[in-house]
């Protein structure tokens, strides 16, 4: 297979969280990526290798940015290595460097993607017997090269993975509560908010802080990628443009905004949280950007006329709460007595318990709190009597 031309453009896969893939997309498109598609937990999209090294940079909701070196249908195991084999190996991995497989499968006659990553593994390291009599070794944990094997209805993606290590890993985080959200997950609910990176957020149920410091960083114009401290996987790939990827590093940090852009608060009931956002923060060198207290959500107050409230509250899963139901209900009284004039984003894997809230929402949007299903929920807080806005019970799904 020829080597794409660096210069020029090729297909570009970025991998996301469900629910989360309008946002990616809109990030993509900010790059001035080209061709830009949606689909379930991905979005597909055309660029350069500048680009590629952007997106890893700057996309705060995708997990993976990944290079498809080979699209194929496998019709059984041998067809499957054959297909593999077809790929010349050394244009992308040399015998010292080791490789890791990830295989996602889904809807195949391959019923393990453990069985389909072994056969592709055999494959490659088969094609380097043959031509040099040795070959590389398997690393599942840190890689220098990791592959990406996607196999729906036996339909084959091959992708170079040019991010390494998942992209929600920014680097900020070292103190967590028991329930931390995902950065990607956290980034994404900013997004969907609606956030005009101005006026007022809070999260009155903060924890260690990750929703406060993703807004944080899009208010900033921060890149995530600032933050890695492993090295992306596309540095060690044979086409590795160093110069390049400088410059791109070098710009982003020169896009970031030292002057605070909006008033950014958090507060927790529990000291050891709001002590843990409070290093998180300082981690992510924005602690003249976000302000956190010790404070109970209940006796707070809205810090201006107009902005978004966002929270996270337990849902009886990791955390649980004494009275679930209770703690709704003083959730939507305190909403609709202190936070009038706001849009609030309460994002709950119990649907039940959310209907003591009270209070009508404008949007629900299914989303995934790692295995748990959830809805982001919004709510508009009128002032004033916008009339029985804020009386009508919220029906169920």
Not at 79 to 96: A, G, M, P, R
Request: charged share 25%.
């Amino acid at each position: 297979m020829a080597k794409p031309n660096p210069n020029g453009n090729f297909n570009i896969i970025a991998t996301t969280l469900t629910g989360l893939e309008e946002v990616l997309a809109a990030e993509l498109a900010a790059l001035d990526m080209e061709f830009i598609k949606t689909g379930n937990r991905v979005v597909t999209c055309s660029g350069n290798l500048r680009q590629l090294y952007e997106a890893n940079m700057w996309c705060r909701t995708a997990i993976r940015i990944l290079r498809p070196i080979r699209n194929f249908k496998a019709r059984d195991e041998k067809d499957l290595y054959q297909q593999v084999s077809k790929i010349n190996w050394s244009d992308h991995l040399s015998l010292e460097q080791t490789f890791a497989i990830d295989a996602v499968v889904s809807h195949s006659t391959f019923e393990h993607s453990l069985f389909v990553a072994q056969l592709a593994k055999d494959a490659i390291v088969d094609q380097f017997r043959k031509v040099t009599g040795e070959r590389p070794s398997v690393d599942r944990i840190r890689p220098d090269i990791r592959i990406n094997l996607h196999m729906h209805e036996n339909m084959v993606t091959l992708s170079l993975d040019s991010s390494g290590d998942s992209l929600h890993r920014r680097g900020y985080r070292e103190q967590t509560n028991v329930a931390p959200l995902n950065e990607v997950l956290a980034a994404g609910i900013i997004g969907l908010s609606g956030w005009d990176k101005k006026s007022a957020l809070v999260d009155p149920m903060c924890g260690s802080g990750t929703l406060l410091i993703e807004a944080a960083m899009l208010a900033q114009n921060l890149a995530p990628g600032l933050f890695r401290r492993d090295p992306f996987g596309f540095e060690n790939w044979k086409d590795y443009n160093e110069d390049l990827f400088k410059m791109v590093w070098q710009t982003a940090e020169a896009k970031e905004r030292q002057e605070p852009q909006a008033t950014i608060i958090g507060y927790d009931i529990d000291p050891d949280y709001v002590e843990a956002a409070r290093v998180n923060i300082e981690n992510a060198g924005l602690e003249k950007v976000i302000k956190v207290e010790q404070a109970d959500f209940f006796q707070t107050k809205a810090p201006a006329e107009h902005g978004v409230l966002v929270v996270n509250p337990p849902y009886n899963e990791r955390i649980v709460s004494d009275d679930i139901n209770l703690l709704y209900k003083q959730m939507g009284d305190t909403l609709k007595n202190n936070y009038q004039g706001f849009d609030a984003f309460i994002l709950t894997g119990n649907l039940e318990a959310a209907k003591n809230i009270g209070l009508r929402t404008t949007r629900r949007t299914p989303l995934y709190n790692g295995a748990i299903e959830c809805r982001l929920l919004k709510y508009e807080l009128y002032r004033g009597s916008r009339r029985g806005a804020s009386e009508e019970k919220e029906g169920t799904e």
